[in-house]
Every structure is written in structure tokens, then in C-alpha cells.
């Protein structure tokens, strides 16, 4: 019988090749577009997170460490060097919980959201090697593969320190050897943190350092520095590590959040603003909403808020999140300022929703759906009920590329111009063709 250790062990060797022997001609012309789409959306959560004051003390900081100006800092109007650029724009990225995720890898182990980590590595490092643009489309697919395969490691899992090992390792041209031991002492030293820290003005930082150390873990490899190898993690699930390598792409399985809440929220959010239409909803004449929500997912009303709340906190709590999509009609960056949520009426609103566990719910989670049911009863005695099995952004109710570029300017706000929003998409477009990422780097 083979131990488990030889078969993690195997499947480290097996998932290295792959990384070092895909090529950009190995890619099809969906995983190619695929791949433009989500470095256009990280790029909005980036300039979101930039403008965002939870975030300013970090261009000061990066001003204090006089690193070598080698990489864009978003918004920033200074460069520093590669690691620390990677920092500050996977910290942004963080900042509204807006990023790309997927499912399965949520569920089990791998990465939630690998964009906010992926992109500010392939961006950073391969705006100091002048990567052309095939070889950051490939880095990309590579990272969004290794992100979201590794799974099994449900406390507090370095999955993006791997993924952006794996993007640095691709880029730098590392061997497959090389390659393991980067993402080996990437993994080993990647901040765990603390099982949540969800009220902390600065637990976005941690998503910084998973960039940060997966770009200096390949720098050390390529030195000659060995560490453990990524076969080592015993915590590792061999069942989806080396699946469908080559063949089914990760990257075309995430979806794109169309609201900066929780991905386990976007159900029921998006029943009530259909409801809110179909049945002319208000808070005045709303009695009673109830949620049947996924087990898996009943954390989002672990913490009750009010008035005085953080937040972040706010984006975690259903009951809040489903009060706006009643009151206002959509759930944006406007529903999170310190003024609407400090609205006694809103929270009074969301006191009328319940939130309730239907076992019924998890057989089809997370390999087929992610179901929620809602339930709402007017004050004149009428009922109504919806249930959302695809809420808008997975790969099968995906956000066009207008929506997509829509949701790209509207995130980056004040950050950019309209003539340079529509000069990074046009040149994002044909990355391609480009053989110098900076080329579409100083757009940014």
C-alpha cells in the first residue's frame, strides 16, 4: 500500500512539471481570455483598496523603507521594489471584500479568492524581468492552478503563498526542482495568522505577505537556498493536487463577485433585489424575510452589528447585507460608509431577517451550486419566494466583459481617469501582443 507521504510527495513532483513545461501555446483562447478578465477585476479591487483611508498608512510605510524602485505601486505616484510592490497591491486588493473566487477550493481547502494575491505577484515580478505578455498570462493560469488544487488544509491554509511562489518560479524560468523548493519555503514561512480577524482595520496586510513571501521564496531557490519542498505538507490532499493538469484549467471554475460582501451572501442578495422589483419591497411594508442558507455557510451570522459597527464586519453579516438590498436596491460600496451604517433604521430592518440552516441544501455543495431560498412576507399578507442556485458571476451566470468593465471603473473610482480606465482595457485586451509587460504596466 502507498503511504499517504509518498503519495503527497508524487503529486508535489507531478504538480512542479506541470508548472515548469506549460507553455503559453498549451493554453486555449477562453483560459487566455479568462485570464485577462480577472487580472481587469483584481486591478479594480486594487484601485478601490488604494483610495480607501483603511489602507493609507501603507504608502507612507513603503515611502519610509527606500526600497529600490523597480515595480507600480497602485495610485501611489513612487515605485519600490518587487516584493514589497506585490505587497501593497495584494493588500489593496483586500480591502473590500470584492475578489474573485472558487467554490470548491473555498469548501476544502485551497484558496478562496486566489486573484488578490495571483495578480499583484505575475504584475509585480514580471514588471522587473520585462515578462512579456504570454509569459504573464501563463504565470497567471499556472498560479490560479496551484492556488485552488491545493486543497486539504482547512486551518488557515498558505495556498497563496504557493500560488505566488508558483507565478514567481514560472516567471523567473525556475526548474521543477527549484520550483518545489520555493513554493516549499513559501508555504513553511507564510504568515498563518489568526483563524479570523475580521473588526481589524489591518487584516487585509496578511494577503500582502502571502505575495510578498511567495516572491522572495523563489528569489531564495534561485540561490540555491533549500528549504522543504512542496511535497512536505503532509496536509495536503492528494485528491485534487494533480487533477486534470493541462486539461481542466482553475482558472475558467472562479467567479467574479458582482458585490463586496461575502460570496455566501450573494444568493440571497441577489433574490431580494429580483424581489424587491417583482413585489415593490420597501422596509415599511416587509413583516418577515427568512434565509434557508447552506450549513456550511451559517458563519455569516456569527456577529451581530449595529450602528457603531466595523465594516468589515458588516460584509460578513446577512442580516445587514440583506437589509440594504431591501432598502436601497443594491449593495455596493455605498451600503459599507460609516454613515449608512450607522442608520438605526437600516439595522432595524434587519431585524426582521432570519437566517436558518436547511440541511437540504448541502448535498448539491459545493461541486454543483451554491443554493439559497428566500422567503418574504408583506405586512398585507402576501408571500413570496426565490431560490438562487447560480448567483450572478460563476462561470455559468458569468459577468460579461462590459459588466465586468463596468465593475472595473466603478470600483476604481477617483483612482483613474476614463480615458486611462479605457487604455487599460484596450491594452489588457491584447496582452499578448505585447512583449514587455511594462507596456501595459504604465498605464497603471
Same mark, same amino acid.
Not at 329 to 353: C, S
Not at 414 to 437: H, M, P, V
Given at each position: 500500500?502507498?503511504?499517504?507521504?509518498?503519495?503527497?510527495?508524487?503529486?508535489?513532483?507531478?504538480?512542479?512539471?506541470?508548472?515548469?513545461?506549460?507553455?503559453?501555446?498549451?493554453?486555449?483562447?477562453?483560459?487566455?481570455? %479568462?485570464?485577462?478578465?480577472?487580472?481587469?477585476? /483584481?486591478?479594480?479591487?486594487?484601485?478601490?483598496?488604494?483610495?480607501?483611508?483603511?489602507?493609507?498608512?501603507?504608502?507612507?510605510?513603503?515611502?519610509?523603507?527606500?526600497?529600490?524602485?523597480?515595480? &507600480?505601486?497602485?495610485?501611489?505616484?513612487? #515605485?519600490?521594489?518587487?516584493?514589497?510592490? /506585490?505587497?501593497?497591491?495584494?493588500?489593496?486588493?483586500?480591502?473590500?471584500?470584492?475578489?474573485?473566487?472558487?467554490?470548491?477550493?473555498?469548501?476544502?481547502?485551497?484558496?478562496?479568492?486566489?486573484?488578490?494575491?495571483?495578480?499583484?505577484?505575475?504584475?509585480?515580478?514580471?514588471?522587473?524581468?520585462?515578462?512579456?505578455?504570454?509569459?504573464?498570462?501563463?504565470?497567471?493560469?499556472?498560479?490560479?492552478?496551484?492556488?485552488?488544487?491545493?486543497?486539504?488544509?482547512?486551518?488557515?491554509?498558505?495556498?497563496?503563498?504557493?500560488?505566488?511562489?508558483?507565478?514567481?518560479?514560472?516567471?523567473?524560468?525556475?526548474?521543477?526542482?527549484?520550483?518545489?523548493?520555493?513554493?516549499? =519555503?513559501?508555504?513553511?514561512?507564510?504568515?498563518?495568522?489568526?483563524?479570523?480577524? #475580521?473588526?481589524?482595520?489591518?487584516?487585509?496586510?496578511?494577503?500582502?505577505?502571502?505575495?510578498?513571501?511567495?516572491?522572495?521564496? /523563489?528569489?531564495?531557490?534561485?540561490?540555491?537556498?533549500?528549504?522543504?519542498?512542496?511535497?512536505?505538507?503532509?496536509?495536503?490532499?492528494? #485528491?485534487?493536487?494533480?487533477?486534470?493538469?493541462?486539461?481542466?484549467?482553475?482558472?475558467?471554475?472562479?467567479? =467574479?463577485?458582482?458585490?463586496?460582501?461575502?460570496?455566501?451572501?450573494?444568493?440571497?442578495?441577489?433574490?431580494?433585489?429580483?424581489?424587491?422589483?417583482?413585489?415593490?419591497?420597501?422596509?415599511?411594508?416587509?413583516?418577515?424575510?427568512?434565509?434557508? %442558507?447552506?450549513?456550511?455557510?451559517?458563519?455569516?451570522?456569527?456577529?451581530?452589528?449595529?450602528?457603531?459597527?466595523?465594516?468589515?464586519?458588516?460584509?460578513?453579516?446577512?442580516?445587514? =447585507?440583506?437589509?440594504?438590498?431591501?432598502?436601497?436596491?443594491?449593495?455596493?460600496?455605498?451600503?459599507? &460608509?460609516?454613515? #449608512?451604517? /450607522?442608520?438605526?433604521?437600516?439595522?432595524?430592518?434587519?431585524?426582521?431577517?432570519?437566517?436558518?440552516?436547511?440541511?437540504?441544501?448541502?448535498?448539491?455543495?459545493?461541486?454543483?451550486?451554491?443554493?439559497?431560498?428566500?422567503?418574504?412576507?408583506?405586512?398585507?399578507?402576501?408571500?413570496?419566494?426565490?431560490?438562487?442556485?447560480?448567483?450572478?458571476?460563476?462561470?455559468?451566470?458569468?459577468?460579461?466583459?462590459?459588466?465586468?468593465?463596468?465593475?472595473?471603473?466603478?470600483?476604481?473610482?477617483?483612482?483613474?481617469?476614463?480615458?486611462?480606465?479605457?487604455?487599460?482595457?484596450?491594452?489588457?485586451?491584447?496582452?499578448?501582443?505585447?512583449?514587455?509587460?511594462?507596456?501595459?504596466?504604465?498605464?497603471?
Amino acid at each position: 500500500m502507498v503511504k499517504e507521504v509518498d503519495k503527497v510527495l508524487r503529486v508535489g513532483k507531478e504538480l512542479s512539471d506541470y508548472m515548469t513545461t506549460l507553455s503559453y501555446d498549451d493554453l486555449p483562447g477562453d483560459v487566455v481570455h %479568462q485570464a485577462k478578465r480577472v487580472i481587469l477585476d /483584481a486591478l479594480g479591487t486594487m484601485y478601490m483598496g488604494a483610495r480607501k483611508e483603511e489602507a493609507g498608512g501603507i504608502k507612507e510605510f513603503l515611502k519610509g523603507l527606500e526600497a529600490n524602485p523597480e515595480c &507600480t505601486v497602485i495610485s501611489a505616484g513612487f #515605485r519600490t521594489s518587487t516584493p514589497w510592490a /506585490a505587497f501593497a497591491n495584494a493588500a489593496y486588493a483586500q480591502v473590500h471584500d470584492c475578489n474573485d473566487g472558487h467554490r470548491e477550493a473555498a469548501a476544502w481547502g485551497g484558496s478562496s479568492h486566489p486573484g488578490r494575491v495571483a495578480i499583484p505577484t505575475a504584475l509585480a515580478l514580471g514588471e522587473k524581468l520585462s515578462s512579456s505578455g504570454k509569459d504573464v498570462i501563463t504565470a497567471i493560469v499556472v498560479g490560479y492552478d496551484v492556488a485552488t488544487k491545493l486543497r486539504g488544509m482547512k486551518d488557515r491554509p498558505p495556498c497563496s503563498a504557493y500560488c505566488s511562489a508558483a507565478i514567481a518560479s514560472k516567471l523567473m524560468g525556475l526548474d521543477a526542482d527549484e520550483s518545489r523548493f520555493a513554493m516549499g =519555503i513559501a508555504g513553511y514561512h507564510s504568515p498563518k495568522g489568526f483563524p479570523r480577524a #475580521r473588526g481589524l482595520d489591518t487584516n487585509f496586510l496578511s494577503n500582502g505577505y502571502q505575495a510578498k513571501v511567495g516572491i522572495e521564496a /523563489a528569489l531564495m531557490a534561485k540561490e540555491g537556498l533549500n528549504g522543504p519542498k512542496l511535497g512536505d505538507d503532509n496536509r495536503l490532499s492528494t #485528491r485534487f493536487a494533480a487533477r486534470g493538469l493541462g486539461e481542466e484549467f482553475e482558472i475558467m471554475n472562479v467567479y =467574479i463577485k458582482p458585490y463586496p460582501t461575502c460570496r455566501m451572501t450573494h444568493g440571497a442578495v441577489e433574490a431580494l433585489l429580483e424581489l424587491k422589483k417583482e413585489a415593490e419591497l420597501t422596509p415599511e411594508n416587509v413583516e418577515e424575510v427568512t434565509v434557508q %442558507q447552506l450549513t456550511y455557510g451559517m458563519y455569516i451570522t456569527d456577529e451581530k452589528v449595529g450602528v457603531d459597527s466595523y465594516y468589515k464586519n458588516c460584509q460578513f453579516n446577512l442580516p445587514y =447585507i440583506a437589509a440594504c438590498a431591501i432598502a436601497d436596491g443594491e449593495v455596493g460600496e455605498a451600503q459599507f &460608509t460609516r454613515e #449608512r451604517i /450607522a442608520d438605526p433604521a437600516l439595522h432595524e430592518l434587519a431585524e426582521k431577517i432570519k437566517v436558518v440552516p436547511d440541511e437540504g441544501l448541502d448535498s448539491i455543495y459545493p461541486e454543483e451550486c451554491r443554493p439559497t431560498t428566500v422567503e418574504v412576507k408583506t405586512k398585507d399578507g402576501k408571500a413570496y419566494t426565490k431560490r438562487v442556485d447560480y448567483p450572478k458571476g460563476e462561470p455559468r451566470t458569468s459577468l460579461t466583459d462590459e459588466e465586468l468593465f463596468e465593475k472595473f471603473v466603478r470600483w476604481s473610482g477617483e483612482g483613474i481617469t476614463e480615458k486611462q480606465a479605457g487604455d487599460i482595457r484596450d491594452s489588457l485586451f491584447r496582452l499578448e501582443e505585447l512583449g514587455d509587460i511594462n507596456e501595459f504596466t504604465k498605464l497603471l
